[in-house]
C-alpha cells in the first residue's frame, strides 16, 4: 500500500533534490560570478546558453540522459538506468542553469566599481569574491530556491529515468502520477499535501536564511 511507502518516499524526494540543488550550487554560484566579473569573447553566448537552459524541457532532460545512460548507450555500462543516481543527475541538468543563470544576475546586478574598490582597499580577489557574494546574497539564496523548487516539482524526467520503482525510485511526485491514473484521487491529494507542506518547509529554510537568520513577519 502507498500509505506504508509515504515516509520512504518522502525521504527519497528530498535526497534526490537536495542532493541536485546542492550540485548545483557548488557548481552554478562559482560559474555566475565567474561570469559576472569577466569580460571574454564568448560571454553573450554563454549568458544566452544559461538562460536557454533555465527554460529547458524537463522530458528533454530526460530523454537525453535515458540515451546515455541506456544499455547501449556510451555510460550503459555503469548499470545507473532507473536508480537514484540516475534521477540526481538529470535533475542537477535542471537546476544547474537556473542556479547559474541567476547567480549570474544576482552579481551583474551589483555596483559594478564595487570589486574595483574592495581590490583598492587591499583585498585579495578571493576576498573580494567572497564580498561580493555576500553583498548579493538575496539574489543567490532566490537562485537556490528558484533551483530547488523547480526540481523537487519535476516529474517528467524523474519517471523516464527513475521509472518509479516500488521502494527504489519512487518519489512525491511520481507517486502522485500513479494514483492519478489509478483513479485514486484521495490518496494523490494527500501525497500532494504532503509533497506542498515539504516544499513549503524548505522554502521557508532558506527564506530564513536568505534574511541572515532574522524572525519572518508573515
Known sequence: MIEEEIGPIVLLTIQVSGTATLISV???VPLGLWLALRDFRGKRFLSGLLNFGMGLPPVVVGLFVSLCLWRYGPFGDL???YSPTAMVIAQTIIAFPIVAGLSFAAIQSLNP????QLVSLGASPWQAAFLMIREARLGLMAAVIAG??????????????????????????TATVMEV???NFD???AISLVLLLGAFAVVVLLTWLQHGGKRLQL
Open 148 to 173: 530547488f523548487g523547480r526540481v523537487i516539482s519535476e516529474v517528467g524526467a524523474s519517471m523516464m529515468v527513475g521509472g518509479n520503482i516500488k521502494g527504489e525510485t519512487r518519489v512525491l511526485t
Open 79 to 81: 548499470g545507473l538506468m
Open 187 to 189: 490518496m494523490a491529494i
Open 181 to 183: 491514473g489509478k483513479g
Open 113 to 116: 566599481k564595487l570589486r574595483l
Open 26 to 28: 557548488i557548481g552554478g
